[in-house]
Structure formats: structure tokens, C-alpha cells
């Protein structure tokens, strides 16, 4: 079964933080990298951040540099965004899939509010 469940966002000030949580399938997590990506209204779907299996290289978005930060537990399946001093322009709806070349499948998505 594919499966991708994405957890933890919320309306927050800006300046706040938010650790957001995906639980993925074996069949889409195990062995490979996995990435986070959102979405902001009106705008294409983007990447945010990047991790490789083994959890020792990541990669981020110009934009997030210094605030993110990804990470994953293998055991449990599941990859995390800590996101801190968070801005409004990081009002989006937050997705994780393997990255790069995610599959064609996502999940219903985390929606993250920033007020200035």
C-alpha cells in the first residue's frame, strides 16, 4: 500500500516554530531519499528540503536555509521538518515524497499559517 501522511502544521506568529511529521509506506521510504515540499495558493508545488537515506546529507531551498531543518527516522518510516522563526511567506501546504523524483502519489498535505 502507498501511503503518505503528513502531520504537525497549524496557524502559528511569525517568528514561531512548527515540527511537522510525514509517515510514509515502506514501499516509497524504505532505501530511498525523501524530501519536503509545499505548496502556496496560486503557486506551483516547490521543494523545501531534502535528506538521503542514511540521514548524513541534506539539502534545502535558499529561502529556508539556517531555519529548517530535516531529518528522519528510519524505524519508524517517517521524516520530520522542524521549522523555526518562521515567516508569512511560508504560508503553504507542506508535502513529503521521495526526493528527488518524487512519485506520482501525494499525500493530503499539512497547511501551514504564518501572521505577521
Known amino acids: 500500500q502507498v501511503q503518505l501522511v503528513e502531520s504537525g502544521g497549524g496557524l502559528v506568529q511569525a517568528g514561531g516554530s512548527l515540527r511537522l511529521s510525514c509517515a510514509a509506506s515502506?514501499?516509497?521510504?524504505?532505501?530511498?531519499?525523501m524530501g519536503w515540499f509545499r505548496q502556496a495558493p496560486g503557486k506551483e508545488r516547490e521543494f523545501v528540503a531534502g535528506?538521503?537515506?542514511?540521514?548524513?546529507?541534506?539539502d534545502y531551498v535558499d529561502s529556508v536555509k539556517g531555519r529548517f531543518i530535516i531529518s528522519r527516522d528510519n524505524a519508524k518510516n517517517t521524516v520530520y521538518l522542524q521549522m523555526n522563526n518562521l515567516k508569512p511567506e511560508d504560508t503553504a501546504v507542506y508535502y513529503c515524497?521521495?526526493?528527488?523524483?518524487?512519485?506520482?502519489?501525494w499525500g493530503q498535505g499539512t497547511q501551514v499559517t504564518v501572521s505577521s
Open positions: 515524497n521521495k526526493s528527488p523524483r518524487p512519485f506520482n502519489y
Open positions: 535528506i538521503n537515506w542514511s540521514g548524513n546529507s541534506r
Open positions: 515502506g514501499r516509497i521510504f524504505r532505501g530511498n531519499p
